[in-house]
């Protein structure tokens, strides 16, 4: 495994928006992650308070729970920490590593959202993540995650418009599945408004739902409710996983 500074040059190298965050915040702009995120916990833990978020990026979902509780955010790419800390100074965002980090504090809610988790490929790195969670939980504290729980297989692309800050952007997106490695690749092709064209490959792992289960629950923690925000129950390819800890 590489350094974490290295890998967060390699994820940065490898995806337009952690290179531009001012344009990641502008395409994260119609994120539902904190409006479904904030719901869950009232459902299951209206007391709440204290929140950590791993995998914060600029803050944009952050600012929003923080109306609601006292937040700290982590994040591994340190131009999004920077960015956020210049565009959302009342934010407690720190540069971390969600495998290691450790904050000395046990949260009311643990969130991990914004596909945070895919980043993470490798089993016992997972595990890792999942061990983070818990070292930051109490008794009843809630984790919600927000992760693909099933594959994208099309191969035909697509083409979008994508509004920045300089103008129109146009997008062409194509998906690869390896079953063996349960990894989507997105090859991102971008012309932006100066004409100029850049190129993504972004690497997500799929944990399907009883994966999921596992991982949980090997944490420590017990799932109470995993949906994707539709009314026809759980079709993927994004799931919102919540579950409590039940260690002492």
């Not at 099309?154 to 390896?178: F, K, L, M, N, Q």
């Amino acid at each position: 495994m590489t350094s974490p500074d290295t890998e967060a040059e390699y994820v940065e190298a490898t995806n337009l928006l952690y290179r531009d965050p001012a344009l990641y915040d502008v395409v994260q702009s119609g994120s539902a992650s904190a409006g479904m995120c904030r719901p869950l916990i009232e459902l299951h833990r209206p007391d709440a308070r204290t929140l950590v978020d791993f995998g914060c990026g600029t803050g944009r979902d952050l600012e929003i729970l923080a109306e609601r509780f006292e937040c700290i955010g982590v994040d591994l790419q340190p131009g999004l920490v920077d960015y956020a800390h210049q565009a959302r100074p009342g934010l407690d965002i720190r540069t971390g590593d969600m495998r290691t980090t450790r904050l000395g504090k046990r949260m009311d809610v643990v969130t991990c959202m914004g596909n945070s988790l895919a980043y993470v490929h490798d089993n016992e790195e997972i595990s890792q993540v999942f061990a983070t969670f818990a070292a930051h939980a109490l008794p009843g504290t809630l984790l919600v995650l927000c992760s693909p729980v099933a594959p994208i297989t099309w191969t035909e692309p697509t083409a979008a418009t994508v509004d920045t800050p300089w103008g129109p952007a146009t997008v062409t997106i194509r998906h690869e599945w390896d079953l063996r490695t349960q990894i989507n690749t997105t090859h991102r092709h971008w012309v932006l408004p100066s004409g100029d064209e850049a190129l993504d490959e972004i690497r997500r792992r799929v944990l399907f739902p009883r994966e999921l289960d596992r991982y949980v629950e090997g944490a420590g923690f017990e799932v109470l409710d995993m949906r994707d925000g539709t009314e026809a129950g759980l079709t993927g390819p994004t799931a919102y996983t919540v579950a409590r800890y039940t260690h002492g």
